[in-house]
């Protein structure tokens, strides 16, 4: 059994990066296959409302947003690393690469293939991102999410220019990852040469690349079974302020945590640590005890509840 269990669905392109993060690290991880849209009672156990994919659990610390979900992987798990040609550059160059290009691939998708969407879905997004979705208004944004999708990936093409394998050179790193899922999720959707991506070769080279990473040793787990787990373990989450904390937060403070974008379900509990990049709560829940919840501070709002 392994200690690592990621819910998620397969159609999800941040889940996508966490599975080809499994993969380059040469992990084997559990599968718990959760709803597309909500509810999510067992997932909502684990979280306290959050209700983004993917999470990772180990035993009874959850983690939230693919961005933290990475940096534990990386904390647990060094060798080989996301950060092959060091820190800094790779994060922003991830953060910088999701952000632009995600939500124009999602669009595109939604606009030109409404019937690869399950039924709800975007009655459901509507909800998770707090306003209307008029599928009319949606197909004549077409154009200009292409023009913003082929100005990023002609940066990204850019980078590949003098025949490195990867964005940062011979081997792969987060960067490559954030900046391949929205990539797979157009191709995923739209086929292999979908425009814009039918004009720059070296980018769908580059992507033939990361996808042969794979998703390493993958078993299928039940929901319930990964509550059970929660329910019977502890988490290792130990209490740490932040002396530096900009309004002076401080270990068990009742705190809100919410993401600041999209799905804005605030999560409620007991602070129990604090960094620079992470934020621990601790809360429970009748179906699985006490369980404590990471999230990452970059992208979050943490408030007093």
Known sequence: ???IILHHYDTSPYSEKVRLGLGLK???WASVEIPVIMPKPNLTALTGGYRKTPVLQIGADIYCDSQLIMRELERRYPTPSFYPAGHGAADALAWWAEKTTFSPAAGIMFANKPELLPEGFLEDRAKFSGRNIDPAAMKAA???????LRAHFDWLNQMLTDGRSFLQGSAASLADLAAYHPVWFLQRTSGPLAPPLDGFPRLLSWAERVAAIGHARRSPMTSEQALAIARAATSTASV???PRDPVGRTPGQTVTVTPDDTGRDPVIGQLVASGVHEIVIRRSDPA?????????????????A
């Open 1 to 3: 059994m392994t200690d």
């Open 288 to 304: 699985i005890g006490e369980v404590c919840v990471h999230f990452p501070r970059a992208g979050f709002v943490v408030a007093a």
């Open 26 to 28: 040469g992990l084997a």
């Open 240 to 242: 740490t302020p932040d």
């Open 142 to 148: 077409v154009p200009n999410l292409l023009d913003q």
